[in-house]
Structure formats: structure tokens, C-alpha cells
């Protein structure tokens, strides 16, 4: 890490840290969100803000190390290793590491009093589990410490932590213990960690882990993520599966993209030989979740290495020999693609039996010890499924083959976790390739356009000093996606860009149409107008009305009982508003020398369509002809108001016209925006 990057790191703890309630004040309680990207350091940037946090008198955090004890046990280690804790000496214990998996309850409530009150720093790393979170709240209160500033870590904040009951207005027990602790301490910040924070964003703002403040912390210079592998250059280094060809856990068979996918690896490993890079050559396999298909796949792997080894050592004419020489060609053009230093493919051929001898398999799941020892060998294939999806750090990830994804529209969230090939890469990145579906593929691009959203919102809104809680939570999403798990958030606004959405209802109360009439009248006679011929009709246009001016009248008379879809033109004003453009709208008062009548049954709901056609019985070279309504100024986002006298059961009332309303928005950079509106509309 640089000085630059080492002062960005403090400065990104000092601006979390200055969010807490303060440490010298009576108390105060506050929640906090802090967004990183996968695979970008995050746990190394929450141990600086422990570390400051010490520096200035929150004594006690809490971290939640995540759901599996394995998970734990690599944050443990890596906090003990950052503070440069060692568990055989006595003269490193100004700070203090307690694990609630390992001897929690050795140390009793008052001898932590009495560490707390001799100056000693105390640090608790917990499993995200309810009778552990519960172990932490006892602890602290019999040690009668409940009344002094505490730092509480979530660590994958979105995980697990926030309530999947809340549309049958329950508790989950991990959501409801997290509540507990939280509301059970005088003075405490919760800083929840993630790196797709969708959840923690779209729960309802009143919820006490919905965040008040939200930090991003910025990767490395030498990251390498989403834009790196998936941005305009990613068919050099993603390569799409064939839909055609036999899959991995289908019968005996082993496609061939495997094949081809493990000549890239180790022709990769050569080539980091010949460079004098003597770390670690890592390749990931992502079969499946199920732990039986885990195994199957490391025979199978395992069957192939030795197989290649064998043929390593055979005479350069046998078959074997010639099949591995195939492979490994495959790789080296494949990498040529990329990689300027390329040896010559006979160095590749005579160095390939060194790098299979110096290679193994290794299964990572619930199962196993997810401790990876990289000492062992210098080549090393991963298999596995649900722990390499989320906070298991793998280091020198060279290739990855990747075939699970729901068949469903799937989660970006869960998605975006799955991408264990981020990381901090750059030295070896023009040896690194993914392998995977053309829907993973798909998937990942347009994920970069939906982080790229969530992250400007929140840049705009520290830049115009916008509070978190009131930020438009609106993000572009692809269309074979969902934010996130909809037992966490289970009601999600979806907005399509590129058609219309019409009034469908309406009201006829006199006072209300009275004030609606002279809403419009009012906003719409502070502008100047053209009357427009469209074929045979004329309608009045009205250019550059701020779409914030429409919205007020919107969210004043056409939200209940109306029909409109009120949501769709506020998603336009705010998508304009980080986009950097000036949120207008065309206003189109349609026929305005005839108005329109349209029947109404008893609900005063339309029967006929509002928007009228075209016409009928011209050719399109008729001066004459009309287009329809929804074809006219298609290239502007626009508001058409059609003064309408209802008829209904047969009666047509002249003597009252209906504002009624459509609104359009052309696809620009966004076709389909997700999210939630301010909760109380």
C-alpha cells in the first residue's frame, strides 16, 4: 500500500469516526453504512477505523466477524495481526481480543471492568448468531459497560443482520438480538460493512438499521473489479461458456472449456515463473452449492492432473503428450491476447511437468477448514460453492469457471458477491480470464451500470449535503435482476423508461376539479406556448416546464384513487438530477380547441382508451394524417394533458373538464430504474 493510499485509508476512518456520536458526549445512538467494493480491502480499512476509534476513547468494539465460524476465525487473525497481537506474550495486551467462539466466558464480566477501567483496549470478535449476540449484551451489561461509548462492526452488514419477517411485521431472531444490543447501550455507533449495500439502502428509513450516515471507501490503485474485467474490454478477459457442450456435473463427461480453461492456468503459471513472481497461481472452481457435487468435481480434477502428469512425462509423439500439448496451445494463444512477454511455446511445453508436480486440488465448503495454505504447493485449485460466494479472501486468483446462477431472475446483491475473481490484481492481470455462462457474463455487465448508480446517488448527496435517509433510493437495474432478497425488502418500486403511463381514473368532485384546473392554469400561464398541427389536430405546446413544478401538482392531485402511476415522472426528475441535466418536460395540452369526451363507468374508472390513435383511414403521405398521440415527440420526455368531458351512463358533462394526464420518458441511459420513493407516500 502507498503513503497516498495509506493517508486515503485514515481519512476514510476519520470520516466514519466523525459520524459517531461523540465520545466525550452523555450519549447518543447512531447507525452507520460503509460501502466498499468485493474483494477491495474492506476488512483491512475497518481494522483503521478500530484503530482510530481507540485513539479516541471508544474503548470497546464489537465486531460481528459473519455467520460461519470459519469466517470468524479469518477476521480474528486478521485483526490480532493488524494490532500485531500475540497470544504467547504478555507485554502486547494494551488491546484485548475476546472471541465469543473460543473460551468467551474465561474472563469474567468484572475482571473486563477492571481491563476496561485500567486503560486497556477490548476488542470483541462475535459470530452473526442470536445466542452469541446475546452472550455479547450480557457480557457487557454485567461488566457495567453498557454506558460507555461502544463501537459496534457488522461486518457483510447485509447479510443476515437485517429482518426477512418484516412483511408479516415479525422479527427474525438475528435481526431482533442486533436490535436488542444496539438499544440496550447509552452511547454506540452500528457500522455495518458491505459491499452491496441494496438491502441496507432500500429497508424502510425508519428502521433502526437503516443507515444515518454512509461512507464509501474507495479501492486501491491497484484494484482490479467490475469495470476492469466486465467493462468495454471484458471479451478479452471473460470468456462465454458454449450453451451446447457437456456440463461438469453431468455424468463422467468434463467439458471442454475446462479443458481449455485449465491450459490457461498453468500455461499463466509458467509465464508468472519466467517473471519471477513467486507467489501463489489460484484457480477457482463454482460448480454448484451442493457439497457431494464438490467432491465429484475435485475426482474429477484430480483424475485430469494426473492424467496430464502422465502425459507430461510420455514421449513427445504418444496421444497423450500430443492432447496435453493441445491444451496448453489453447492457453497460450488464448493469453497472447493479452499478455506482451510471451516465452516461446517449446518454454511452456518443457516447464509444464514442474508446475504439475507443483499443484493440488482443495474442496472449500462448510465441510472443510476454509484456511488455505498456500505453502503447500505453488499451484492450487479451489473447489467450491456458498463460501467463495461472500468474505472469504482468495489470494492470487488467476482463473476462474464458474457455471451456478438461478435459473429465476436472480439477486444483484447475491450476484455481485459471487465475484471472488475482484481483487487486488493488476500485477497478473493480463494473465487472469473468467469462465462462465453468457447469462453470469450479461449479469456482470450490467452490474456496473447499477454500482456505478448506487455510488453516484450517494457521491451527489454528500457534494449537496443531501442526509442519507432522504436520498432518492432509485437505481438502474437490467431487467433479469432484483435488487435484493424480497422477504428484506418485499416492496420495491420498478420504473420503466421508453412508455407511457396514463390516468386511468378520475375525479369529479367540483372543489377538487376547481383547484386542479387552476393549478395547471396557474403554472402552465408563466410560460410561453405555440399552438402545434399534428395532421389534423392542434394541440397547445408548452417547452422547459421544470418537471419539479409537475410533480408538485402530481403529488397533490393525482396519487389517490387517480389511476396514474405518480412514481414514474419522479423517478425522471431525480435519474435527471444525477445524470447532471436539467429536469424539464414538455407539457402538451392536447386538442386544444376541442377538448376530448371519454366514457366513465360507476367507479369513474375509463372505459375508452384516454390516448387517441391514429388515423384511420389516411395514408402516412396525407398532410392530414395523424400519427396518434403516443407517437408524437417521442424524443422528449414529456406531459400530455388532455381536457376531458366525461360521459358517463350516455350523459356527456359538458359543463365539466377533467385535467387528465400521460406521461412519457424516452430511454436515455437508464430502461429500467428500482427502488423505493420517500416512505410516506
Not at 487473525?77 to 493488524?82: A, G, L, N, Q, S
Not at 413544478?549 to 426528475?573: H, L, Q, T
Request: proline share 3%; glycine share 4%; net charge neutral.
Amino acid at each position: 500500500m502507498s503513503e497516498d493510499e495509506k493517508f486515503e485509508t485514515i481519512l476514510t476512518a476519520a470520516k466514519i469516526l466523525s459520524n459517531c456520536p461523540s465520545p466525550n458526549s452523555s450519549g447518543g445512538k447512531k447507525t452507520g453504512l460503509a460501502i466498499g467494493k468485493i474483494q477491495s480491502g474492506k476488512t483491512s480499512n475497518f481494522i483503521s477505523l478500530m484503530a482510530l476509534a481507540f485513539d479516541n476513547n471508544y474503548n470497546i468494539i464489537v465486531v460481528f466477524g459473519g455467520t460461519k465460524n470459519n469466517l470468524l476465525s479469518q477476521t480474528e487473525e486478521r485483526i490480532r495481526k493488524m494490532f500485531d497481537i500475540d497470544n504467547n506474550k504478555r507485554d502486547d495486551r494494551d488491546v484485548v481480543v475476546l472471541s465469543t467462539t473460543n473460551k468467551f466466558d474465561s474472563i469474567s464480566p468484572e475482571q473486563l471492568n477492571r481491563m476496561y477501567n485500567s486503560g486497556r483496549k477490548i476488542i470483541i470478535v462475535a459470530l452473526k448468531h442470536q445466542k452469541h449476540i446475546k452472550n455479547v449484551k450480557s457480557y457487557i451489561t454485567d461488566a457495567n459497560l453498557d454506558k460507555k461509548p461502544i463501537l459496534l462492526i457488522d461486518d457483510e452488514g447485509d447479510q443476515a443482520s437485517l429482518n426477512a419477517k418484516v412483511v408479516h411485521n415479525e422479527k427474525t431472531v438475528i435481526y431482533n438480538e442486533l436490535l436488542q444490543l444496539k438499544e440496550g447501550l447509552n452511547h454506540v455507533c452500528f457500522i455495518s460493512i458491505t459491499a452491496t449495500p441494496q438491502a441496507n439502502l432500500l429497508i424502510d428509513t425508519i428502521d433502526s438499521l437503516s443507515p444515518d450516515f454512509c461512507q464509501l471507501v474507495e479501492p486501491g490503485k491497484e484494484y482490479t473489479g467490475g469495470s476492469m474485467f466486465h467493462g468495454d474490454n471484458q471479451d478479452f478477459y471473460v470468456i462465454e461458456l458454449p450453451e451446447d457442450e457437456t456440463e461438469m456435473l453431468e455424468g463422467d463427461g468434463v467439458p471442454e472449456s475446462f479443458y481449455n480453461s485449465l491450459g490457461v492456468f498453468f500455461v499463466g503459471s509458467i509465464i508468472r515463473k519466467f517473471r519471477n513472481d513467486g507467489k501463489n497461481h489460484v484457480m477457482l472452481i463454482h460448480p454448484s452449492q451442493k457439497k457431494f457435487d464438490h467432491k465429484e468435481v475435485e475426482k474429477k480434477v484430480n483424475l485430469i492432473l494426473e492424467n496430464w502428469l502422465n502425459s507430461s512425462e510420455q514421449n513427445h509423439s504418444e496421444n497423450g503428450y500430443q492432447k496435453l500439448s493441445e491444451y496448453l496451445k489453447y492457453g497460450y494463444d488464448e493469453l497472447s491476447r493479452t499478455v506482451d512477454d510471451m516465452p516461446e511455446f517449446q518454454l511452456i511445453l518443457d516447464n509444464i511437468n514442474d508446475q504439475l508436480n507443483d499443484s493440488r486440488v482443495l474442496v472449500v465448503n462448510s465441510d472443510k477448514n476454509t484456511d488455505i495454505d498456500y505453502y503447500k504447493t505453488r499451484n492450487i485449485i479451489i473447489v467450491g460453492g456458498n463460501l467463495v460466494e461472500r468474505g472469504l479472501t482468495i489470494n492470487d486468483l488467476a482463473v476462474t469457471y464458474i457455471v451456478r446462477r438461478s435459473k429465476s431472475r436472480a439477486n444483484a446483491d447475491v450476484v455481485e458477491q459471487r465475484a471472488r475473481w475482484f481483487g487486488y490484481r493488476k500485477k497478473y492481470f493480463d494473465l487472469c480470464r473468467v469462465y462462465c455462462t453468457k447469462q453470469i457474463k450479461e449479469d456482470f455487465s450490467n452490474l456496473l451500470s447499477h454500482e456505478d448508480d448506487i455510488w453516484g446517488w450517494i457521491k451527489y448527496c454528500k457534494k449537496n449535503n443531501i442526509r442519507i435517509k432522504d436520498m432518492p433510493r432509485l437505481f438502474e437495474l437490467d431487467n433479469n435482476l432484483n435488487p435484493t432478497r424480497k422477504a428484506v425488502v418485499p416492496n420495491v418500486d420498478e420504473i420503466k423508461f421508453g412508455i407511457w403511463t396514463e390516468q386511468k381514473k378520475i375525479n369529479i368532485n367540483k372543489n377538487y376539479l376547481l383547484e386542479l384546473n387552476n393549478a395547471w392554469n396557474d403554472l402552465l400561464s408563466k410560460y410561453e406556448y405555440n399552438d402545434v398541427t399534428y395532421g389534423n389536430l392542434t394541440h397547445r405546446k408548452y417547452i422547459k416546464i421544470p418537471l419539479s413544478d409537475i410533480n408538485a401538482i402530481i403529488s397533490k392531485y393525482y396519487i389517490n384513487d387517480i389511476g396514474f402511476n405518480y412514481k414514474y415522472p419522479y423517478a425522471v426528475e431525480q435519474r435527471n438530477i444525477q445524470d447532471g441535466a436539467n429536469p424539464c418536460v414538455t407539457v402538451l395540452k392536447m386538442r386544444i380547441k376541442s377538448g376530448e369526451e371519454r366514457s366513465f363507468d360507476d367507479n369513474n374508472s375509463i372505459t375508452s382508451n384516454l390516448m387517441q390513435g391514429h388515423s384511420q383511414n389516411r395514408y402516412i403521405s396525407d398532410p392530414l394524417y395523424y400519427p396518434g398521440d403516443r407517437y408524437i415527440c417521442l424524443n422528449e420526455t414529456q406531459l400530455q394533458i388532455h381536457l376531458v368531458h366525461p360521459r358517463i351512463k350516455d350523459t356527456v358533462l359538458s359543463d365539466i373538464i377533467i385535467p387528465m394526464i400521460a406521461f412519457y420518458s424516452p430511454v436515455t441511459n437508464a430502461k429500467r430504474i428500482i427502488g423505493r420513493l420517500w416512505n410516506d407516500w
